[in-house]
């Protein structure tokens, strides 16, 4: 797609429940990423590892202060969130809103 939005009221979950890994969330385009949604992919309640969250963009990606990203593991290893865009806009009154444990920029 050219252009992909994660409006602030939606909500992404590739959690586990019970016992298992989180899963995977890919949110990508060619020209602009916006996110602003809740990002879930959590490790099961009782096991498991944090799953992985990928927001990327050949041209801009925007993360403003509505998005809630969360890769946590309960009884397992915290998983990732990725970002891979040419550009990256967070505005400097957002960055404290978005609780991030580990990102990797691309």
Do not use: H, M, R
């Not at 990002?39 to 050949?58: D, H, M």
């Not at 865009?85 to 967070?90: D, F, H, L, R, Y």
Request: proline content about 4%.
């Amino acid at each position: 797609a050219s252009t992909v939005t994660v409006e602030a009221n939606a909500t992404v979950d590739a959690s586990a429940t019970q016992n298992g890994n989180g899963g995977y969330i890919s949110i990508w385009s060619a020209v602009k990423t916006a996110v602003a949604g809740i990002l879930n992919a959590t490790g099961g309640q009782f096991g498991g590892n944090g799953g992985v969250i990928e927001t990327s963009s050949k041209g801009s990606l925007q993360l403003p202060n509505s998005l809630a990203v969360n890769t946590t593991a309960p009884n397992g290893k915290t998983g990732t969130w990725t970002l891979d865009p040419t550009a990256i806009i967070v505005d400097s009154a957002d960055v404290a809103v978005v609780p991030v444990v580990c990102v990797t920029i691309d």
